[in-house]
């Protein structure tokens, strides 16, 4: 095929990464900002161990995500959602070692790591770090939209959302995310189609202890 | 009791800091009573707060049985928390989830879609393959559900269940097809995922869909679901290259229409990513998608060349060095660059300093990308300024784990592709030397690997590399760190092995000998003392043939003497592998002494010990020796002992550092000759053999055009290049050593293409291209001969075992194109009648089971089997009685009479093997509306001996209407035990077209197949078919009700049986027995037994007087035998048959048939 000569590329080399390379500017995670329920901004901890990934049995790969977790910067697990089978021994095992590398992580670094031969996307908003787990193939900056989607849902169900929220209603937390994806997998790509069925999820349920 | 809800529990919890797991406990113990009361709201609350707990880090699998009765709670509001609860803690292990099947079939089909909704993703998380077997049929239902909410789910969980349960790929797929085309754009995003999750496995089963991609990529405005087909067409575009080309424009379009939607360039330090809107980020994960496809060439120009205003951009290059420079941008730039990397390495090189600086980034994920990169970069030309600058990071690295990885990427670099870069392998030992400083690194085997194989396959190098590894030996610094295990004094063992086997290159072996036998050798791990050990006797070998050729018989003396010294120090050690071999050496220098003492020259005997050359073999030749014809290696040789004595228990330490060391073979006996001849004519026959793996990609040819062990090569020496460089080198040196030779390489041709130049063309000149510097042009520093690893004669080139068996993708490399077997079907929703709990699958985790929980699974079964018996009962319920049956009966008796009688005459006897007939059929005709007159049919079922479980029927149709009968469709209802066999995709209620067109008055034959579980039992099935008729007023659409029935007997097969063979089955005591008795019986015996041959098909075994046996067998094989006797007016038939239910139904059957007579 004439049009992919080497010369040609090399006249034109990378232009388009370098687009993708310089464009946009800072980090900051910038969504849900409400100091009056919620926690302070506060420097990300300095810690600087980086845990060895040692050589574990790795989960195996069934789907998209791999799995998401919601932690506070306290390392306090707020939610978790696993799309592979997997025993509790090893999902904690993860869980553990991944809070710990990523809260190692300084803010100005990026959202992506190769952990074992997955890759983590994570996100932090306020005081909460966004976590999920892809395979080698799949789109990073996808699932960082992914992520962001969430709290999005998550900011129009609960009205500007905050950790507390997420931590005393923790199943509509549950809730929502199914609703938006199902097996690892986007379910719905429209907020408005998400937000509607969990509502009216929401009228067929009871007060608990109505009757 | 008062009930603490779960935003109390969490209150209590924040207030419990310090006592929390107190706390917890006793909250636990509260949940405990809430669960055991009735109160399904106390029980749900109960198992929500569970579910907090388990969050948490609380195990909370005692709960799983409650968890389904929450689950189980008609009330959406419990069983969503139900649902929650199961999906957050149950996995494949937990052993209740067997019980949970019903449960989920029955919200599956719920009227409420929340319902369903639930139960689909609760099932998303914790399907297992006896789930998705048993619920497969029910969700692929759910697929063509009327609601897109639940069709979106049931086509995303599909996805799970061919995980799990890879044979129902095929029957769902058609449908699963036809959701890319579903009216509902969430559906058709979900079933996109879906199969580009399963093309992206296994891409080539998958290309016919490409058009139908194709078509929704141009026709999608759906990001989400762009990407997804762009990344399906990326797994796609390498098995079919024409599919490249014709993409090039509707992906231009797209990127094009994704740039466009990318904000402009914005000053460093104002605004943020994030809330630019999803369209923004979702457009460049679309473009970055693009570019991390095999297609991103293409794109990459057209949109380079489309818009020339970006290259703008380029002066914001140096930001991606710069501390402000946006860390996910910059990682994504490196991954695009390492795809493009594949395709043109040349652009990537260009920037090479760019990623150089990555390595400097604070961020490890960026450097490791950078690292990674650089790998794909490296040639000849700068390989040495690539690694130089990766070993200033190794100094300045911190933290071992970057370390490591820089260590073994630079190793990885170097040794790529058979060492094609290196053009001085001086330098490479000098900077494996170098790597040998760092402290505490985990890869010092990895180093001392990197030796040893440069040293044996690079014959040029040994003397250089002997040097190298005797200073090594001599240096106390790594001795003084050999305390941690697997650290840097691996490196030793190579060491060690390098001087004693090359030990003819030494220049001062009696050094090294003496370096090699301190005291502290000893402090090193026993596997490195083993090797020390046995290559002191190498090493002391060649000392002696030294010293005695050059008659110094007083310095050979103080050798053997120096090791008689030295050598118990390894008799004591703990290792048994370096006491065993130091003792055994031990003895032969004492040996040797005694004859040094008398004057025998014994040097020559002492050196033949390790005369030869051992050949480097292939880490996977082992692997690849074909396995002659006709050896079983599975097959015993001997039978085994039934008391075995466990072998494996002999302590396994004893030989087990020896597996990690080379294997060590050594013809001490055979002679040069004999040698050379071998080797030649293995060559001639890897010359001639095409399967030989010829290492060499072609760079390397030229080295191997001096081949063989006995020609050391011609090293062409350098001057410039000093071959020993004093004490331990600096690879720098030779960095700038290589330089100037390459410099001067380089002055050189210029020189010779310039007098070539004038002496060809003097008249004709152009401005030739400046003559750039390729890879080829570098000559390497010493002529080196890269020896091949050997592989066994007649290897297989293959890759099979680098995949992974376990892999759960390889079971979904189904040819789908394929047409749907019959046995390939969905088990669909049914009793579970013996037969199937006993297949296999379903019978191995029972068994394991079993041992443990043997209550468990009684219980279990017995609520299965009430299951069983309400359903039965239910539909005994619904099936209506037949209206008009008796009349329709008769009539139908006379034509199948009539139509048997001339196929086949009564106890005719056919050969095994051909389908038999044996119909008894039953059909019921309801009155049809309308002009014309309901068509009569006859049916035969016929079972056929090749296919058990099978039986074949014929139905006749015969149009006696005056109209043409034309679209019939034939549906039948399938019942638990029987299942008609339908062509591939089409679902249990679509009708099966029968084949022909009916004019007035013909009849023709139609066939289909059944499948039936269980024969013991006469069925009937009920069908409709239904027809357009047509005449000269007009077509109307009639349909026609029947029912099929299956006989007992239409299950047995005449099959001949010989007295003998008769009398043994009767004899083995295996069937169960069963009579009955017909009085009033008129018809004379010959005829009567005419009539239960040709009616319940039996062949008549042996006839005395009025007493017959007679013998039949059933499709699955069970053996029938009666035994006949008439009285005076009544007949008694004994019967005998390996399953009495059968008999019971046979001989049943047999007095309706008898009564008549």
Not at chain 1, 19 to 45: N, V
Not at chain 2, 516 to 542: C, D, E, F, W
Request: glycine content about 4%; aromatic content about 6%; proline content about 6%.
């Amino acid at each position: 095929m004439a049009w992919i000569s080497h010369e040609w590329f090399s006249i034109i080399p990378l232009d388009i990464v370098l687009i993708i390379l310089s464009e946009g500017h800072s980090t900051t995670a910038s969504l849900p900002q409400h100091g009056d329920r919620g926690f302070p901004f506060a420097a990300a901890a300095a810690a600087a161990a980086a845990a060895a990934g040692q050589a574990l049995p790795r989960p195996r790969p069934a789907a998209a995500m791999q799995f998401m977790l919601l932690f506070s910067r306290q390392g306090k697990l707020r939610l978790q959602k696993w799309y592979v089978p997997l025993s509790d021994k090893e999902k904690k095992k993860i869980t553990r070692e991944l809070v710990q590398t990523v809260l190692a992580r300084k803010p100005k670094m990026c959202s992506f790591l190769e952990w074992r031969d997955l890759k983590i996307v994570y996100k932090r908003y306020a005081s909460l770090y966004f976590c999920c787990a892809i395979e080698d193939q799949d789109n990073e900056l996808i699932t960082l939209e992914i992520i962001h989607r969430y709290v999005e849902l998550l900011d129009k169900y609960f009205g500007s959302v905050c950790e507390l929220d997420i931590i005393f209603n923790f199943e509509k937390a549950y809730f929502i995310l199914d609703e938006f994806l199902l097996g690892g997998e986007v379910q719905e790509t429209s907020k408005k189609n998400v937000l509607k069925a969990i509502e009216q999820a929401d009228l067929l349920q009871e007060s608990f202890f109505s009757s | 009791m008062e009930v603490v809800n779960l935003q109390d529990l969490v209150r209590g919890i924040r207030n419990h800091k310090e006592d929390e797991a107190k706390y917890i406990s006793q909250c636990i113990d509260e949940i405990k009573q809430e669960l055991k009361q009735d109160n399904i709201a106390v029980k749900a609350n109960a198992v929500c707060k569970l579910t907090y707990l388990q969050m948490l880090g609380y195990d909370i699998s005692w709960a799983a049985f409650n968890i389904i009765e929450v689950m189980s709670a008609s009330k959406f509001t419990f069983k969503r928390i139900g649902y929650l609860a199961a999906s957050q803690s149950f996995h494949e292990g937990t052993d209740v989830i067997m019980l949970t099947t019903n449960q989920i079939r029955k919200d599956l089909s719920s009227p409420s879609q929340y319902d369903t909704g639930v139960a689909l993703t609760g099932l998303s998380c914790f399907v297992t393959p006896d789930l998705a077997r048993d619920l497969a049929n029910d969700i692929m239902t759910l697929m063509s559900h009327t609601k897109p909410y639940i069709r979106k789910k049931a086509v995303l969980i599909m996805y799970k269940v061919f995980l799990k349960y890879p044979e129902s790929l095929r029957p769902a797929f058609p449908r699963l097809k036809e959701k890319l085309e579903d009216p509902d754009p969430g559906v058709q995003s979900a079933a996109v995922n879906v199969i580009c999750e399963l093309a992206r496995r296994n891409p080539k089963n998958y290309l016919s869909l490409a058009p139908l991609f194709f078509k929704l990529m141009t026709s999608s405005t759906n990001n989400w679901v762009l990407i997804k087909i762009i990344k399906l067409f990326g797994a796609l575009t390498p098995l079919e290259p024409r599919l490249g080309k014709k993409l090039i424009e509707p992906l231009t379009n797209l990127i094009h229409s994704g740039i466009s939607v990318l904000p402009p360039i914005p000053a460093p330090g104002e605004g943020v990513l994030v809330p630019r809107g999803p369209e923004w980020v979702s457009a460049l994960a679309m473009v970055l998608t693009a570019v991390l496809t095999k297609l991103s060439v293409a794109v990459l120009i057209s949109l380079s060349s489309g818009m020339p205003n970006h290259s703008a951009s380029i002066q914001v290059r140096p930001s991606l060095g710069g501390d402000h420079g946006v860390p996910h941008l910059k990682y994504l730039g490196l991954l695009a660059m390492s795809k493009i990397l594949k395709t043109h390495p040349k652009s990537v090189q260009s920037h090479k300093d760019l990623i150089l600086q990555c390595l400097d980034d604070k961020d490890e994920s960026i450097r490791l990308r950078a690292l990674d990169l650089l790998y794909g970069m490296v040639s000849k030309k700068n390989l040495m300024e690539i690694v130089k600058k990766l070993m200033t990071h190794v100094d300045k690295a911190e933290g071992t784990t970057y370390r490591d990885e820089l260590l073994t990427k630079i190793i990885d670099i170097c040794s790529q592709s058979n060492y094609q870069y290196i053009t001085n392998f001086e330098w490479y030992i000098s900077i494996l030397v170098e790597l040998t400083r760092l402290e505490g690194t985990r890869h010092g085997h990895l180093i001392a690997a990197q030796m040893l194989d440069v040293a044996i396959r690079v014959k040029a190098i040994r003397k250089f590399a002997v040097s190298q590894m005797s200073a090594l030996l001599d240096s106390a610094h790594l001795l003084a760190s050999s305390t941690q295990r697997n650290g840097i004094c691996e490196v030793l063992y190579a060491a060690a092995w390098i001087c004693g086997e090359f030990s003819e290159h030494l220049q001062e072996p009696h050094h090294t000998l003496e370096a090699m036998l301190r005291p502290r050798v000893t402090t090193l791990p026993g596997h490195i003392q083993a090797v020390y050990v046995q290559n002191v006797v190498k090493l002391y070998a060649s000392i002696l043939q030294q010293k005695e050729q050059a008659g110094e018989a007083e310095g050979a003396q103080a050798v053997t003497q120096l090791m008689v010294d030295r050598l118990p120090q390894f008799v004591q050690s703990a290792d048994l592998e370096v006491q065993e071999r130091a003792s055994c050496i031990l003895q032969l220098v004492k040996h040797i002494q005694k004859l040094q003492a008398k004057d025998v020259p014994v040097a020559e005997e002492v050196s033949a010990l390790f005369a030869g050359e051992l050949n480097p073999v292939a880490p996977k030749a082992q692997k690849k020796v074909p396995v002659p014809e006709g050896l079983d290696l599975d097959a015993w040789i001997n039978e085994p002992l039934s008391d075995s004595e466990s072998e494996d228990e002999r302590p396994r330490a004893v030989f087990h550092e020896e597996e990690q060391r080379r294997p060590k073979h050594r013809p001490s006996e055979a002679d040069e000759e004999e040698l050379a001849r071998r080797r030649e004519a293995r060559k001639q026959e890897q010359a001639n053999n095409p399967f030989y793996i010829k290492s060499s990609p072609s760079p390397q040819k030229r080295y191997q055009d001096t081949p063989g062990v006995e020609h050391i090569p011609v090293v062409q020496i350098d001057l410039s290049v000093p071959l020993k460089v004093p004490g331990l080198p600096m690879s720098d040196q030779y960095v700038k050593l290589e330089e100037e030779r390459r410099h001067r390489q380089k002055l050189e041709k210029d020189k010779r293409r310039k007098k070539r130049k004038e002496k060809e063309k003097k008249g004709k000149r152009r401005h030739s291209s400046l003559p750039t510097e390729s890879d080829e042009d570098i000559a390497p520093a010493q002529q080196v001969d890269i020896v091949t690893e050997e592989m066994p004669e007649n290897a297989l080139p293959s890759d099979e075992d680098d995949k992974d068996p376990n892999d759960p993708y390889r079971a979904l490399d189904i040819d789908l194109d394929k047409p749907l077997a019959d046995s390939e079907k969905l088990p669909i929703q049914k009793h579970r009648n013996t037969e199937t709990s006993k297949s296999p699958e379903k019978d191995v985790p029972m068994v394991e089971k079993k041992s443990k929980k043997p209550k468990k699974k009684e219980k279990k079964h017995k609520q299965k089997e009430r299951d069983k018996e309400k359903k039965k009962e239910k539909e005994k319920k619904k099936s209506p009685k037949p209206k008009k049956k008796k009349h329709r009966k008769e009539k139908e008796e006379r034509t199948k009479g009539k139509k048997k009688s001339k196929k086949q005459p009564p106890g005719s006897e056919e050969a095994a093997g051909e389908p038999v007939q044996n119909g008894a059929p039953e059909e019921e005709q309801l009155p049809v509306r309308g002009t014309s007159a309901p068509p009569p049919r006859t049916c035969d079922i016929r079972g056929s001996l090749q296919e058990d479980s099978q039986v074949t029927v014929a139905i006749v149709l015969e149009n006696r209407s005056s109209s043409i009968l034309k679209g019939m469709e034939l549906s039948v209802l399938d019942s638990l035990n029987a299942r008609m066999a339908r062509p591939q995709g089409s679902s249990v209620h679509d009708g099966v077209p029968v084949p022909f067109q009916l004019p007035p008055g013909v009849s023709n034959e139609a066939q289909y197949v059944f499948t039936i579980q269980s024969i013991v039992m006469a069925q009937k099935l009920k069908g409709t078919l239904s027809f357009i008729a047509k005449n000269d007023e007009g077509a109307t659409h009639e349909k026609l009700d029947f029912r099929l029935h299956f006989s007992c007997s239409s299950y047995l097969i005449t099959t001949p049986c010989y007295s003998d063979a008769f009398a043994k089955l009767l004899e083995s005591g295996d069937l169960s027995m069963s009579s009955i008795k017909v009085d009033g019986i008129r018809m004379s015996f010959q005829n009567l037994l005419a009539k239960i041959c040709f009616h319940h098909h039996f062949s008549v075994v042996e006839r005395v007087d009025s007493c017959a046996s007679m013998y039949s067998r059933s499709i699955q094989g069970h053996h029938v035998c009666l035994l006949v006797k008439k009285g005076e007016n009544s007949v008694s038939v004994d019967g005998k048959c390996s399953d009495s239910t059968l008999l019971s139904n046979l001989l049943e059957e047999m007095k309706a048939t008898l009564a008549k007579c």
